[in-house]
């Protein structure tokens, strides 16, 4: 008798009792790491009608549940537990793949490293570069909007995912656009659920289009003694050459990369044939002023782009990001005075204040890194916070009226019951 009321007190336990009815005790497991941050009760479906099942019980029983992916996202960012993880670690194929037409289809649980070892074969890659892709599962990609260097010239997931299929309100799978790239049926429906961190639905499953992997890939280092000096370098080298990605980083990251200490670091990312890499690599030192300046190629260039691809905040710390007109971003960073790696062309760049900080210090620092951003007439999303902090931070900010009104919309169209992902959004969505 006991043991039944426990069940009937206890969300998580409620759900393993039903749940284990529908798919089986062998694929609800307790959190394992992370997890535990986000969620009481992890489920792993083996395909899109079990989930759509879990969702129509969760939705009739009232049962929260987001998806994870690695964990990591919605671990920094949550206040309180959804009841129910749900892991597509069993749901990770490729579905179809044609490399002549240059697009994927993939499941949300296979991870950004494992989809482009698959599409290496081909000299093909999905050029989205959050950092550590073979911990980022396509859904985080698309829920979260991940991106990294390579956004200069590729965009972010809106402009490379064509299709998308998700479980939706009711246990419903919902299919926006196609597997080819002329099909731009649904285009609206696949930008509402990218950033959209799982408040709308679960992502199942999603279409892409794929580059060619870039020729005699090369970086060009520049070590500045300022941020003007760096951003007019940038400014320049990126006005005259067609580049793939272009950096600025303060001296702290910089130093990481292999720039001189005290220094300011410009990193530029180019391909192209070996006579193509000799000009531009000409070019670039002539634009680069007064910078001392290192190419590096090849096998050693990936291996640096990794780096800064992959460069993390040291613990403790909090981290954001800021995104801006480009030609207000330079002005921004030294009013936030932080750690930071702008992405130079973009108007997006990522901050850093390493350190241990109290939680009314944490909450003024992000409150002014805000302010910048308002008054740049951008937006700061807080990245990380450390666990005994985080609590008493807004990770999004307060969005216009305009914004959040919408956003309302969408979540009370989408999710009615408010099963997905509740309070992970904008304004507490």
């Known amino acids: 008798m006991q043991a039944e009321h426990e069940t009937e007190r206890h969300p998580a336990l409620r759900a393993a009792t039903e749940l284990s009815a529908i798919i089986g005790a062998d694929r609800l497991r307790t959190p394992e790491g992370r997890e535990a941050l986000a969620a009481d009760l992890i489920v792993e479906p083996r395909n899109a009608d079990e989930l ?16 994870l992916g690695g964990a990591r996202t919605l671990a920094e960012i949550r206040r309180t537990h959804v009841t129910l993880g749900v892991s597509l670690a069993r749901m ?15 499941e949300a649980g296979i991870t950004l490293g494992a989809l482009n070892q698959a599409l290496a074969a081909n000299r093909q890659h999905l050029p989205l570069d959050p950092p550590d892709p073979s911990s980022v599962t396509i859904g985080a990609l698309i829920g979260a909007s991940k991106a990294g260097p390579l956004r200069l010239t590729e965009g972010g997931v809106r402009d490379l995912m064509i299709g998308v299929r998700f479980v939706g309100h009711g246990g419903r799978i919902v299919r926006g656009g196609g597997r080819v790239v002329k099909n731009v049926t649904g285009y609206d429906l696949m930008k509402v659920m990218s950033g959209s961190f799982g408040t709308l639905g679960v992502v199942i499953e999603a279409t892409f289009k794929v580059r060619p992997m870039p020729e005699r890939y090369t970086i060009a280092m520049l070590s500045c003694r300022d941020p003007a000096t760096a951003f007019e370098a940038a400014a320049r080298i990126h006005d005259a050459l067609p580049l793939i990605h272009l950096e600025v980083a303060s001296p702290g990251i910089a130093q990481n990369l292999g720039v001189a200490r005290d220094r300011f670091g410009v990193i530029v990312g180019f391909c192209g044939n070996r006579a193509e890499i000799d000009y531009q690599s000409d070019k670039i030192r002539a634009l680069a002023g007064d910078a001392e300046v290192e190419v590096v190629r090849l096998a050693s260039a990936l291996r640096l782009y990794q780096r800064l691809r992959d460069f993390t905040l040291p613990v403790p710390g909090i981290s954001a990001r800021i995104a801006t007109l480009p030609a207000s971003l330079h002005r921004s960073l030294q009013d936030c005075a932080a750690e930071f790696c702008a992405h130079a062309g973009c108007g997006v760049a990522e901050l850093f204040m390493p350190g241990e900080l109290a939680a009314d210090e944490a909450a003024k620092l992000v409150a002014r890194w805000r302010e910048v951003a308002a008054v740049a007439r951008g937006h700061l999303r807080l990245l990380s916070a450390p666990p005994a902090i985080r609590g008493g931070l807004d990770f999004f900010g307060a969005p216009g009226d305009g914004v959040l009104a919408l956003s309302r919309r969408l979540k009370a169209a989408f999710d009615p019951v408010g099963i997905f992902n509740p309070g992970c959004f904008i304004g507490g969505i």
């Not at 129509?56 to 049962?63: A, H, Q, T, Y």
């Not at 990770?92 to 993939?106: F, G, K, L, N, Q």
């Open 52 to 67: 759509s099942k879990i969702v129509f019980k969760c939705e009739v029983d009232g049962i929260t549940l987001a998806p």
């Open 92 to 106: 990770s194929r490729i579905v179809d793949y044609e490399p002549e037409d240059m697009t994927v289809t993939a």
